[in-house]
Nanobody
C-alpha cells in the first residue's frame, strides 16, 4: 500500500522559514513534489523534483524563496524561506512514476499525502 507521510508545517511570522518533509512507502517514485491549497482557492503547483535527473521546477510565486530537495529515494523536502502571508495554505505532497519528467498538474500525480497546514502571520 502506497503512503505519503508529511511532516513539518505550522505557524510562522512573515519573513520566517519552515521546512516540510514527505516520505513515501510502498513504492519508489521518480517525481515527487508539492502543491498547496488556500481556503476558497484551487489546488496549485508549488515545486517538483525528479529523482532520476535531479531536475526541478517551481511556481513563479515561490522561485528564489523555496527549495525542493530529495533527501533519499523516498523522501522529498521543501525548504520555505522569506515566507509571506499569501503562502498560507494546506500543503500536499504528491508523487508519481513520471520517468524523467517534471509534471506540474495535479492530474499528473496519482499519490498524495494528507496535507499539512502552513500559516504565515503578518
Amino acid at each position: 500500500q502506497v503512503q505519503l507521510i508529511e511532516s513539518g508545517g505550522g505557524l510562522v511570522q512573515a519573513g520566517g522559514s519552515l521546512r516540510l518533509s514527505c516520505t513515501a512507502s510502498g513504492r519508489t517514485f521518480s517525481a515527487m513534489g508539492w502543491f498547496r491549497q488556500a481556503p476558497g482557492k484551487e489546488r496549485e503547483f508549488v515545486a517538483v523534483r525528479n529523482g532520476f535527473t535531479s531536475g526541478t521546477r517551481y511556481a513563479d510565486s515561490v522561485k528564489g524563496r523555496f527549495t525542493i530537495s530529495r533527501d533519499n529515494a523516498n523522501t522529498v523536502s521543501l525548504q520555505m524561506n522569506s515566507l509571506k502571508p499569501e503562502d498560507t495554505a494546506v500543503y500536499y505532497c504528491a508523487a508519481e512514476r513520471a520517468g524523467i519528467g517534471l509534471p506540474t498538474r495535479s492530474a499528473d500525480f496519482g499519490s498524495w499525502g494528507q496535507g499539512t497546514q502552513v500559516t504565515v502571520s503578518s
